[in-house]
């Protein structure tokens, strides 16, 4: 994301299943604690379970400490594999063309709430997902989890 005052960089993390955007983080840089700030924020979110996969690049040996001390184990892949990675890739797409490209920001603390707004409010609750069947990632999720517990009962 460009700004009056140079790039700010976004990294995300996405529940496969659901597309929600579980964690991310914001800063001016693209090093390894951004990405572990995202993943962290995802595992406060969620609270994995022990055995859960991480698909990620070979890029990503800075995180594997932290997904190892949560019981996640790092599926890696194929150098630059389209298909590996095409939800995160997606993702990335959207908010470029509906937030990025339409709104200039003069400054990093700007573009913050107004990422914070596209991600938290607009796009986990308010966007309609087509490979979902059309609803919110938010939506989505209790729906799944009113299935899974009334065939519990």
Known sequence: ??????????VTVIDL????AVGWAMADHLRADLVRNALR???EQRQPVPGLT???DRGSRCTSALLAR??????????RPCRDH???ESFDSTPKVELIHRHARPTRAQAQPAVFE??????????????????TPAAY??????AHWAGAA
Do not use: C, D, K
């Open 1 to 10: 994301m460009r700004t009056w005052e140079g790039r700010a960089s976004l």
């Open 17 to 20: 299943a659901s597309r929600r």
């Open 41 to 43: 924020m995802a595992i």
């Open 54 to 56: 991480f698909p990620s």
């Open 70 to 79: 949560h019981g996640i184990r790092q599926s890696r892949s194929r150098p």
């Open 86 to 88: 095409a939800v995160v």
């Open 118 to 135: 596209y991600v938290e409010v607009f796009y986990n609750r308010q966007r309609l997902h087509s490979t979902l069947g059309y609803p």
């Open 141 to 146: 999720e209790t729906r799944r989890a009113s």
